[in-house]
Nanobody, 121 residues
């Protein structure tokens, strides 16, 4: 099970940190990722990390503003989002996969329910 938290309503330029806590199994060897989706559109890749946190990938639209990290001891993956823009508004989903990662496509075995991020201009 994956449970996201940390979403909310912020203004452009603000920061948010999303958290995703994994439970029910050991995800310490899993690739983890963050995706986002706007109603009526495809789910979009945001960021991914390998099992160790040592290798990460980002979408061009968030490179330099977002940072993915993980704490395997806490079974938690984070998404630090800085310099937020209105176009970052979406539901953000955490995902996990038994492959070590990072995986940049939406082909993960496990998904959370999502957390809403709204950025006002």
């Amino acid at each position: 099970q994956l449970v996201e938290s940390g979403g909310g309503l912020v203004q452009a330029g603000d920061s948010l940190r999303l958290s995703c806590v994994a439970s029910g199994r050991s995800f310490s060897s899993y690739g983890m990722g963050w995706f986002r989706q706007v109603p009526g559109e495809e789910r979009e890749f945001v960021a991914a990390t390998d099992w160790s946190g040592g290798t990460t990938e980002y979408a061009d639209s968030v490179e330099g503003r977002f940072t993915i990290s993980r704490d395997n001891a806490r079974s938690t993956v984070y998404l630090q989002m800085d310099s937020l823009k209105p176009e970052d508004t979406a539901v953000y989903y955490c995902a996990a996969d038994p492959r070590p990662g990072p995986i940049v496509v939406a082909m993960y075995d496990y998904w959370g329910r999502g957390t809403q991020v709204t950025v006002s201009s």
